[in-house]
């Protein structure tokens, strides 16, 4: 009897018609945890969670007349905590005896979390399907080149994108199901045939050059195969020549390009918004008196510059309104502690990302291939010797020195953009004795004069 109870029970109790427990018997080692032994002398109904409670009281009240037979859900509480759920049925046993069997629903609750879980994935991987479809979709239909779906092995559209029906003059959508040879002209379609047959074999993208039909100028036809639901299907896309030379004609430009700058005669820096050095060439290298690029990469631009923060205020006020700077005079401090006047012209490039770009020219070199201007150093002040003689010496020298303060204070404005702040830091100036000569000079509005 009590193997029989063993394989069609994992938990036998016998109660009184009260529902006190009078003897346990568990057929399975895993059920140890629950604690049943402790349950003999205490009333069913205590063993079980709050929820359960119901279940017991009813089942007891049926003394498991089989008019109430059935199997009924119940949980228990463990003594560690958790919750572990029994499926139970109440036969009577005797007279004044009831016989309690409980299966294990433990197997049973796995199964149905690993079927939730499973359920739970396969709605995220059907979500992310829709949300992949719904993106190829977006580009297959928006983009400017024609594109056909074509079917490997009959060789028929199977969908064709808004520019393929705008080249092929298909606005009905009549292209899908015909057969891919027929957009295209009879002395074009063999050489289609051969791509889509090289495409298959290979697994690469192949290109050819055919005739569309309706259209004079020959296109470069491009066919890609993958697999899909078991059968191989292509990709193939239409593109003018001239879109497929530009490109490239990009590229060589570019290349081009960063090969002009490589080997400028001036040096060349490219810098980030906030002066740090990305490339420089050859020739600045040289100027600064180095030997390879990372001496200076990844350094500030102020650092190299004779008047520091001074001249790269100057220079980035201008770069930040994209406004050039042409021949800013200034002095460089080269590696070895040495300065060297140059002259500097910047611009700011927009693409791909906000950067400087700086020419720097070696005035040195400059002013020792010019022949006139070492003349003009020998008497630079020629005309004044027109006044010796007709007016005093102390006259002269004053008028002069006026002169050439004029001077220097209208360039120092000049290159500042009229920031008188920084004019007068690059004239070694004070900013009150800025104002007092733009005063003498009559270089200041009154009210400003008023207000320094």
Same mark, same amino acid.
Not at 210 to 228: E, H, I, K, Y
């Given at each position: 009897?009590?193997? =029989?109870?063993? %394989? ?5 109790? %016998? ?46 009240? !049926? ?5 109430? =037979? ?9 003594? =560690? ?31 149905? $979390? ?66 891919? $040879?027929?957009?295209? #002209? ?60 530009? *490109? ?16 400028? *005669?001036?040096?060349?820096? @490219? ?18 008196? @180095? ?9 500030? =631009? ?21 406004? *050039? ?40 070199? /400059? ?5 006139? %201007?070492?003349? !003009? ?19 002269? %020298? ?26 007068? #830091? ?12 733009? /005063? ?7 009210? #400003?004069?008023?207000?320094?």
């Amino acid at each position: 009897m009590s193997q =029989l109870l063993g %394989v069609v029970s994992d938990v036998t109790l %016998v109660m009184d018609l009260q529902g006190v427990i009078e003897d346990v018997s568990t057929g399975r080692d895993t059920l140890a945890a629950l604690g049943c032994q402790a349950w003999i002398g205490r009333r069913w109904i205590d063993t079980v969670t709050t929820e359960s409670r119901i279940k017991i009281q009813e089942m007891l009240q !049926s003394k498991g007349t089989p008019d109430f =037979l059935r199997w009924r859900h119940v949980n228990h509480l463990s003594p =560690l905590g958790n919750e572990v759920a029994l499926q139970y049925v109440l036969l009577p046993l005797g007279g004044s005896k009831l016989l309690a069997l409980g299966r294990d629903l433990e197997s049973l609750a796995e199964l149905q $979390r690993r079927l939730v879980e499973t359920q739970q994935s396969m709605e995220r991987d059907y979500l992310r399907l829709r949300h992949i479809e719904a993106r190829y979709r977006v580009l297959f239909d928006t983009s400017s080149e024609a594109v056909l779906m074509v079917d490997a092995s009959t060789q028929r559209v199977l969908e064709a994108n808004v520019g393929a029906q705008s080249l092929l003059k298909d606005a009905g959508k009549r292209l899908v199901g015909r057969d891919v $040879r027929e957009c295209f #002209e009879a002395d074009s379609q063999g050489e289609v045939q051969s791509l889509l047959r090289m495409a298959l074999a290979t697994g690469r993208i192949e290109m050819c050059s055919a005739r569309v039909a309706g259209l004079p100028s020959a296109w470069t036809v491009s066919a890609t195969v993958f697999r899909q639901e078991g059968g191989a299907q292509f990709l193939v896309r239409l593109v003018t020549r001239d879109a497929v030379a530009a *490109p490239l004609h990009e590229a060589g430009s570019s290349a081009a390009l960063s090969e002009a700058m490589e080997r400028f *005669p001036d040096g060349w820096l @490219l810098t980030d918004t906030s002066g740090t050095i990305k490339s420089v060439n050859e020739e600045g290298m040289a100027l600064l008196g @180095l030997t390879a690029s990372s001496q200076v990469v990844g350094q500030n =631009l102020e650092r190299w510059l004779q008047r520091g923060a001074v001249d790269w205020g100057v220079l980035n006020t201008s770069l930040r309104q994209q406004l *050039p700077v042409r021949n800013f005079a200034t002095e460089v401090r080269t590696l070895s502690g040495m300065t060297l006047p140059v002259e500097v012209s910047a611009v700011c490039l927009s693409r791909p990302e906000p950067m400087y770009a700086f020419f720097v020219r070696d005035m040195d070199r /400059r002013l020792q291939g010019g022949a006139f %201007v070492a003349q !003009s150093q020998i008497h630079p002040f020629a005309d004044l010797s027109q006044l010796v003689g007709r007016r005093p010496i102390k006259d002269i %020298v004053g008028e002069t020195v006026d002169t050439i303060e004029r001077l220097c204070i209208e360039a120092a404005l000049e290159l500042t953009h009229n920031n008188r702040a920084s004019a007068a #830091e690059m004239l070694g100036l004070s900013r009150q004795s800025l104002y007092v000569k733009l /005063r003498r000079f009559g270089m200041v509005a009154e009210a #400003e004069a008023d207000n320094p």
